[in-house]
């Protein structure tokens, strides 16, 4: 069976066509200590993130998790809303989670809030985007804990200018 033939089984909705189907099947990264509890995270691609739990050099492993929660779900709205002809001027997502205190100390709760304008976008749109993300598309958010709550709100900015 080809990789295209593949593909037809797994259900790829219309907005996220050529988007979905270039992932890689397999990620690989490297992880080299430099010091102290200072490390060095390089991507398959070679980017790179300094990781040092005293926040002096780097972010915390969290703080980048918090990140790619963030930054897949707004990859898929934006996606989205654009294959919906929705042309964004701006968009900013702002990213809270809120950490069990106890070891494992891991997120019980993730708040986003989203800061969108541009033309086309309606809350129907973006409820759509929004839903399509997270009980679809979003691979960060399913390859979490199935208790951990995310929160997405939005404001549209400029809307009925």
Same mark, same amino acid.
């Given at each position: 069976?080809?990789?295209?033939d593949?593909?037809?089984? @797994? ?10 189907? #270039? ?6 990264? *490297?992880?080299?200590?430099? *010091?102290?509890? !200072?490390?060095? $995270?390089?991507?398959? /691609? ?9 926040y ?14 963030? $930054? !897949?779900i707004?990859?898929? %709205?934006? @996606?989205?809303?654009?294959?919906m002809? !929705?042309?964004?001027?701006?968009? #900013? ?14 997120y019980?709760?993730?708040?986003l809030?989203? @800061? %969108?304008?541009g033309? $086309?976008?309606?809350? +129907?749109k973006?409820? /759509? +985007?929004? +839903? ?7 691979? %960060?958010? @399913? ?5 951990? +709550?995310?929160? %997405?709100?939005?404001?549209?900015? $400029?809307?009925?200018?």
């Amino acid at each position: 069976m080809s990789r295209t033939d593949d593909r037809k089984d @797994h259900d790829i909705q219309p907005e996220l066509v050529g988007y979905k189907e #270039e992932i890689l099947p397999v990620n690989k990264s *490297r992880l080299t200590w430099q *010091r102290d509890l !200072c490390f060095l $995270g390089t991507t398959q /691609r070679g980017y790179e993130v300094e990781f040092d739990v005293k926040y002096e050099e780097g972010c915390s492993p969290t703080e980048t998790l918090l990140l790619s929660i963030a $930054g !897949c779900i707004s990859i898929d %709205v934006v @996606h989205i809303l654009q294959k919906m002809r !929705c042309e964004i001027t701006s968009y #900013e997502m702002t990213a809270e989670g809120t950490r069990q205190l106890t070891p494992p100390q891991y997120y019980k709760s993730v708040d986003l809030m989203i @800061h %969108v304008s541009g033309k $086309g976008l309606t809350p +129907a749109k973006i409820d /759509r +985007a929004i +839903a399509l993300s997270l009980n679809k598309y979003c691979s %960060v958010y @399913h390859s979490l804990r199935k208790d951990l +709550a995310v929160n %997405v709100k939005y404001e549209i900015e $400029g809307l009925g200018s």
